[in-house]
Protein backbone atom coordinates (compact mmCIF):
# COMPACT_ATOMS: atom_id res chain seq x y z
CA UNK A 1 0.00 0.00 0.00
CA UNK A 2 1.17 3.33 -1.33
CA UNK A 3 1.61 6.06 1.77
CA UNK A 4 3.02 9.32 1.52
CA UNK A 5 3.02 10.93 5.19
CA UNK A 6 3.72 14.65 5.86
CA UNK A 7 4.64 16.57 8.72
CA UNK A 8 6.71 19.42 9.85
CA UNK A 9 3.50 22.26 9.71
CA UNK A 10 2.58 24.83 11.68
CA UNK A 11 2.11 28.54 12.69
CA UNK A 12 4.63 30.12 12.26
CA UNK A 13 5.75 34.12 12.10
CA UNK A 14 6.96 35.86 9.07
CA UNK A 15 10.77 35.48 8.73
CA UNK A 16 10.70 32.15 10.43
CA UNK A 17 11.59 28.51 9.27
CA UNK A 18 10.24 25.34 8.87
CA UNK A 19 10.97 22.29 8.06
CA UNK A 20 8.62 19.45 6.25
CA UNK A 21 8.72 15.88 5.94
CA UNK A 22 6.98 13.04 3.74
CA UNK A 23 7.65 9.29 4.97
CA UNK A 24 7.03 7.18 1.87
CA UNK A 25 6.44 3.77 1.86
CA UNK A 26 4.60 1.19 -0.59
CA UNK A 27 6.74 1.89 -3.63
CA UNK A 28 10.29 2.10 -4.97
CA UNK A 29 11.47 5.38 -3.04
CA UNK A 30 14.76 5.93 -5.33
CA UNK A 31 13.22 5.98 -8.88
CA UNK A 32 10.38 8.50 -7.97
CA UNK A 33 10.87 11.93 -8.85
CA UNK A 34 9.92 13.79 -5.39
CA UNK A 35 7.69 17.20 -4.93
CA UNK A 36 6.24 19.63 -2.77
CA UNK A 37 3.14 21.05 -4.28
CA UNK A 38 0.82 24.07 -2.22
CA UNK A 39 -2.01 25.57 -2.38
CA UNK A 40 -3.46 28.46 -0.77
CA UNK A 41 -7.76 29.22 -0.48
CA UNK A 42 -8.74 30.25 -3.48
CA UNK A 43 -5.76 29.74 -5.56
CA UNK A 44 -4.65 26.48 -7.69
CA UNK A 45 -2.01 23.74 -6.79
CA UNK A 46 1.40 25.25 -7.34
CA UNK A 47 4.96 23.53 -7.60
CA UNK A 48 7.09 24.47 -4.87
CA UNK A 49 9.98 22.45 -5.60
CA UNK A 50 11.39 19.02 -7.36
CA UNK A 51 13.94 16.42 -6.79
CA UNK A 52 15.46 13.88 -8.77
CA UNK A 53 18.97 13.73 -8.26
CA UNK A 54 19.12 17.82 -8.04
CA UNK A 55 16.77 20.28 -7.01
CA UNK A 56 14.06 22.49 -9.34
CA UNK A 57 12.64 25.35 -7.61
CA UNK A 58 9.55 27.72 -8.29
CA UNK A 59 10.19 31.40 -8.22
CA UNK A 60 8.24 32.29 -5.80
CA UNK A 61 10.44 29.87 -3.27
CA UNK A 62 13.82 30.49 -4.98
CA UNK A 63 17.02 31.35 -2.62
CA UNK A 64 14.74 30.42 0.34
CA UNK A 65 13.38 26.75 0.62
CA UNK A 66 15.72 23.61 -0.17
CA UNK A 67 14.49 20.62 -1.03
CA UNK A 68 16.64 16.89 0.05
CA UNK A 69 15.79 13.80 0.03
CA UNK A 70 17.54 10.77 1.76
CA UNK A 71 16.70 7.17 -0.29
CA UNK A 72 18.02 5.22 2.60
CA UNK A 73 15.21 6.64 5.02
CA UNK A 74 12.67 7.14 1.96
CA UNK A 75 11.98 10.27 3.10
CA UNK A 76 12.16 13.81 1.22
CA UNK A 77 12.16 17.02 3.10
CA UNK A 78 11.49 20.56 2.78
CA UNK A 79 13.41 23.50 4.61
CA UNK A 80 12.00 26.95 4.64
CA UNK A 81 13.27 29.63 5.50
CA UNK A 82 12.88 33.64 5.43
CA UNK A 83 9.26 32.75 5.15
CA UNK A 84 6.30 34.94 4.40
CA UNK A 85 2.66 35.17 4.54
CA UNK A 86 2.10 34.33 1.15
CA UNK A 87 3.59 31.35 1.87
CA UNK A 88 0.48 30.25 3.55
CA UNK A 89 -0.93 27.03 1.96
CA UNK A 90 -1.29 23.41 2.51
CA UNK A 91 2.00 21.66 1.35
CA UNK A 92 1.38 18.28 -0.38
CA UNK A 93 3.83 15.71 -1.08
CA UNK A 94 4.29 13.85 -4.35
CA UNK A 95 5.88 10.90 -5.95
CA UNK A 96 5.81 10.77 -9.70
CA UNK A 97 7.52 8.05 -12.29
CA UNK A 98 6.58 7.65 -16.07
CA UNK A 99 7.66 4.67 -17.94
CA UNK A 100 6.86 4.05 -21.02
CA UNK A 101 3.40 5.02 -20.53
CA UNK A 102 2.22 4.17 -18.06
CA UNK A 103 2.42 6.81 -15.02
CA UNK A 104 2.49 6.45 -11.23
CA UNK A 105 1.39 9.23 -9.30
CA UNK A 106 1.05 9.63 -5.14
CA UNK A 107 0.02 11.98 -2.98
CA UNK A 108 0.22 12.59 0.47
CA UNK A 109 -2.94 14.31 2.77
CA UNK A 110 -1.22 17.57 3.30
CA UNK A 111 0.44 19.58 5.62
CA UNK A 112 -1.15 23.53 6.89
CA UNK A 113 1.78 25.82 6.75
CA UNK A 114 0.17 29.16 8.52
CA UNK A 115 2.76 32.16 8.23
CA UNK A 116 1.37 34.89 10.27
CA UNK A 117 2.37 37.29 13.14
Known amino acids: QVQLVESGGGLVQPGGSLRLSCAASGFTFSNYRMSWYRQAPGKERELVAS?????YYGDSVKGRFTISRDNTKNTVYLQMNSLKPEDTAVYYC?????????????WGQGTQVTVSS
Open 51 to 55: ITSVG
Open 94 to 106: NAFLMIGLATFDY
